[in-house]
């Protein structure tokens, strides 16, 4: 059995949602769907998503928000119009979201969280009802229907371990099953998303509860690039990935696929794969749990993500102090601050994190350093750029680092910082936020060209 995803994009149209039904009828195993909110038509568009955000702004502002449940309501008539469906779903919507602005008018976070999950939930119901006019027996499941019991904290969802008992028995539908992502429901009822771009992660908790055989996600490239396609022109396509290279890749930057959607999938070593909806018969790439190390592609795949803040520290004979870095991460922790790397020397200390994170509270953080730590020097870096080199076969071949260096030398390229796990699976680089481009740039050309 398989689940398959299909991004914004992929059905953002009538025409694409009739390539997307076309690909899900052409195959048996294709039993349980997972949609997207209609995404961009081009490249000045706008995601239904972010329109029912626009409209939760100007609902909780105050504002006469007609207008813009209207362009709302415009972007699913066109659909349904050129579906030729004969429904009343137009109308459904309109009452669905005035019902959701009556009822949580005064608890912006939850209401919120129903208009986000609106794109999601309507189209999946427009699919459903074209499929089974198409005669196919098709049917639409709300997430509470399928199980997806989460957590309640508004726009960041996490999936209760009981719900999968009760996804399994989605199985036993004989129908095509069509289910929004990006969205649960509470124990209390309530609707709460996942963060941006979560129908990937439904499709992944749906995946583990019905112990599906593959995960198909399906988008609009052909698979993961090794590179960022916007900095390398026409970069390869891996064709193979394990979940650990994909989870260190996506963390600094590569979008296509959630990195919290990986989550549920290790446990059953469920593969996932990366198909593109106006080519599927292009192989895509495969999310696994092993694979075989390909000697002549040694370093699977170069992200690189600007916005990091390194705060450095220096003391003298800091190795001899027991819980000297206990008390600064104390201070972190105090202020809920998560970090991303900490690559130390005997006499000095860098934690870097995303400067999102120290938005507000950098002066008090660094206070608190100084008054609680005896340190010798305290300097704070901003505009650090992470580049990420990932590969499973570098722990056992010779030479990439020296690669790497070289080729981000030869391009004149400052390395801040350098860190490399015990797993040997990643080499991280800390640089200027300038450099970022031509970073990728240099790596790629000596990894690949
Ligand atoms: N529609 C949601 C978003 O734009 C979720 C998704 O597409 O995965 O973030």
Redesign the pocket.
């Known amino acids: 059995m398989k689940v398959s995803k299909f991004?914004?994009s992929s059905v953002a149209t009538a025409a694409q949602i009739k390539k997307v039904l076309n690909i899900v009828n052409s195959d048996e195993d294709r039993r349980i769907i997972i949609v997207?909110?209609p995404?961009k038509r081009h490249a000045e568009d706008t995601?239904?998503?972010?329109l029912l955000i626009r409209l939760y702004e100007k609902v909780i502002n105050g504002l006469d928000y007609q207008s813009k449940k209207q362009e709302i309501l415009e972007r699913f008539s066109d659909i349904i119009d050129e579906l030729e469906l004969k429904t009343d779903l137009l109308q459904q919507i309109d009452s669905t979201l005035e019902q959701h602005i009556k009822t949580l008018a005064d608890q912006p976070a939850r209401l919120l969280d129903a208009l986000?999950s609106s794109?999601?939930n309507f189209n999946a119901q427009i699919i459903a009802a074209y499929n089974n006019e198409q005669g196919v027996p098709t049917i639409y499941l709300s997430p509470k229907d399928a199980g997806i019991i989460v957590t309640d904290e508004p726009e960041n969802a996490q999936i209760l371990p009981s719900s999968y008992d009760k996804i399994k028995e989605i199985r036993n539908i004989p129908e095509k099953i069509i289910i929004p992502?990006?969205f649960g429901y509470s124990e209390t009822n309530h609707i709460v998303t996942f963060p941006?771009?979560?129908?990937?992660i439904t499709g992944a908790i749906v995946a583990r509860g019905v112990q599906a055989d593959l995960y198909e996600n399906f988008t609009d490239v052909s698979g993961i690039f090794r590179a960022n396609p916007t900095v390398i022109h026409s970069p390869e396509i891996i064709s193979e990935i394990t979940y650990r290279e994909m989870r260190e890749l996506s963390y600094a930057g590569f979008g296509v696929f959630?990195d919290e959607a990986l989550q549920p999938l290790y446990r059953y070593r469920i593969p996932v794969v990366i198909k593109n909806t106006n080519r599927p018969d292009d192989p895509g790439t495969y999310i696994v749990h092993d694979r075989e190390i390909n000697r002549r592609r040694v370093v699977t795949g170069i992200s690189c993500d600007k916005g990091f803040t390194s705060i450095n520290i220096k003391k003298y004979l800091m190795n001899r102090q027991v819980g000297f870095s206990v008390k600064i991460l104390n201070i972190l922790a105090e202020n809920n601050i998560s970090f991303d790397h900490m690559p130390s020397g005997i006499d000095n200390i860098s934690i870097i994190m995303r400067t999102s994170q120290l938005a507000g509270k950098e002066e008090k953080v660094l206070n608190a350093i100084r008054s609680q730590c005896e340190i010798d020097e305290l300097n704070v870096e901003h505009d650090l750029a992470i580049l990420m080199v990932v590969g499973e076969g570098m722990s056992a071949m010779v030479g990439t680092a020296n690669k790497i260096t070289t080729a981000l030398a030869d391009a004149n390229i400052n390395l801040k910082m350098i860190n490399q796990g015990s797993s040997e699976i990643s080499m991280m680089f800390g640089i200027s936020n300038k450099d970022a481009e031509e970073a990728v740039k240099a790596c790629y050309q000596n990894c690949y060209q």
């Open positions: 991004g914004g997207s909110a995404g995601k239904a998503t972010d986000k794109g999601e992502g990006f941006r771009g979560g129908s990937d959630h």
